[in-house]
């Protein structure tokens, strides 16, 4: 976890992405550029992998979003481990949706949604590795740092 005084931790940088927003990732997770579009951004390494996501104007509801994405979701072998209103550091509508999924290989997702000044962006922090290394020590500490550490566009 970043220190009292913000350092970042040995190991971690804080990435400044270009549409505003900031977050504390491990150095071994390399900047994979945009995903789908031009609001959405790419991490990965060590086998996990993180899309930053964002749209300006946020829906009515972090959770009602995540239950309609479920409800149109075709993996292989799904299976919901959660699906559920959080809040999440300051912001109150925000959800959690954690699933498994894969045919040859089970991966692993949880995709945090939350939604920032007052409607104005809503997010998707949306992780991805084997389930296997999901508790992995790394990937834990990665993913812990960066909730920890995330900061939305002003």
Do not use: C
């Not at 977050?23 to 031009?38: K, S």
């Amino acid at each position: 976890m970043p220190g009292k005084d913000g350092a970042v931790p040995a190991g971690y940088r804080t990435v400044h992405d270009a549409s505003g927003f900031s977050i504390v990732l491990p150095d071994w997770m390399a900047d994979m550029g945009r995903a789908y579009d031009a609001t959405s951004r790419n991490f990965e390494g060590n086998g996990l992998k993180l899309m930053v996501d964002w749209t300006v104007g946020a829906g009515d509801s972090a959770l009602a979003d995540w239950q309609d994405s479920e409800r149109t979701q075709n993996w292989a072998n799904y299976k919901r481990i959660q699906l559920k209103g959080i809040t999440y550091r300051d912001w109150t509508n925000a959800a959690d949706w954690e699933w498994t999924y894969g045919s040859s290989t089970t991966n692993h997702s949880l995709n945090r949604g939350f939604v920032t000044g007052n409607g104005k962006y809503g997010y998707a922090l949306y992780w991805t590795s084997t389930d296997a290394d999901w508790n992995s020590a790394a990937n834990t500490a990665a993913r812990t740092i960066a909730f920890a550490t995330f900061q939305p566009a002003p």
